[in-house]
């Protein structure tokens, strides 16, 4: 099957500053949205309270997470030529370090957005978890050709979610959101490098 993502005009190559600064910026914009959110907005925010048991339940739902990703990734191809396109847009000018950031950032930044703030404010239940994982996964759309990913981010969020509200503890989906954004992203980048020795 041929990738219909392969000479995209809208895939323009980053470089490694570029797509840093990207994330550093991406990062601080919703860290601003959430604390205007709070400040201005309805108030609320999920609670992040240290817990070393709630630490491993973040490890353990990151882990599966990447794990059912590369399930699909292996049996979706339209799943797996849009997570390409993405990775290759965000993680090839990247190198083996810079993946902690890819970790760190997003994980804080988003979690903070749409399960601390967004979820509380559209409702401790599944109708939050529903409008709030809509608009985790849109933040994922960067072309109409990415919808597969978006489909896949939105019911990511959707179990992030969940696990708010079943913990009471946004630690929980902060330290699976890293968890699986930089076993991800090791994971494509030795692939990648694999590739290129061979």
């Known amino acids: 099957m041929a990738d219909p993502f392969s000479d995209d005009p809208e895939l323009i190559p980053l470089t490694r500053t570029q797509v840093l600064i990207a994330m550093g910026v991406t990062a601080l914009l919703l860290l601003l949205v959430s604390k205007l959110w709070v400040k201005f907005g309805s108030g609320l925010m999920l609670p992040i309270a240290w817990s070393s048991e709630h630490a491993l339940m973040g ?25 390409d396109y993405y990775l290759k847009m965000v993680l090839k000018p990247l190198v083996f370090p810079d993946i902690i950031w890819l970790g760190l950032l997003p994980g804080l930044s988003e979690e903070l957005l749409f399960r601390g703030v967004m979820l509380p404010t559209f409702g401790l239940d599944a109708i939050g978890i529903l409008f709030s994982s809509l608009c985790f996964g849109m933040l994922h759309l960067s072309s109409f050709k990415q919808w597969s990913y978006v489909v896949w981010a939105t019911a990511i969020g959707g179990v992030l979610g969940v696990s708010a509200l079943i913990t009471h503890n946004l630690l929980v989906p902060i330290v699976a959101h890293v968890t699986t954004n930089f076993i991800s992203g090791c994971i494509w980048k030795w692939r990648g490098f694999k590739e290129d020795v061979s």
């Open 59 to 83: 490890i353990g739902l990151g882990v599966g997470i990447t794990l059912a990703s590369s399930v699909v990734y292996a049996v979706w191809a339209e799943y797996r030529q849009s997570a």
